[in-house]
């Protein structure tokens, strides 16, 4: 299984989580409302868990707020994309 890197960043007081996958960056908005750039984000995911089976980890989980929930966030995420690629693999999808 392979790992990928996250890390928090944060722009113009604005926080997002940013997945690093090959070429792609995956941004994912914490600080904000944004349902179009979070499908986004999901639809750039899902289209990852079709190439192979990977957990994303933060890179440095530090002691601030957005990094602790970041490194939570993550955590459920992983859940879900392990969910999400078993049903892909009962549907023949991957």
């Known amino acids: 299984m392979e790992t990928i890197r ?9 926080h ?18 944004s349902p179009n750039e979070v499908k986004s984000a999901f639809n750039k995911i899902i289209t990852r868990i ?17 990094s602790l929930v970041a490194n939570e ?3 459920q995420l992983n859940r879900e994309i392990q969910e999400v690629r078993g ?3 009962q549907y023949g999808l991957v």
């Open 87 to 89: 049903v892909m693999k």
């Open 16 to 33: 997002f989580i940013k997945i690093k996958t090959g070429d792609a960056e995956i941004s994912i908005p914490m600080s904000e409302d």
């Open 6 to 14: 996250a890390t928090v960043e944060s722009i113009d007081d604005k």
């Open 73 to 75: 966030y993550l955590t």
């Open 50 to 66: 079709k190439v192979g089976e990977f957990q994303i980890e933060l890179e440095e989980v530090g002691e601030d707020l957005f």
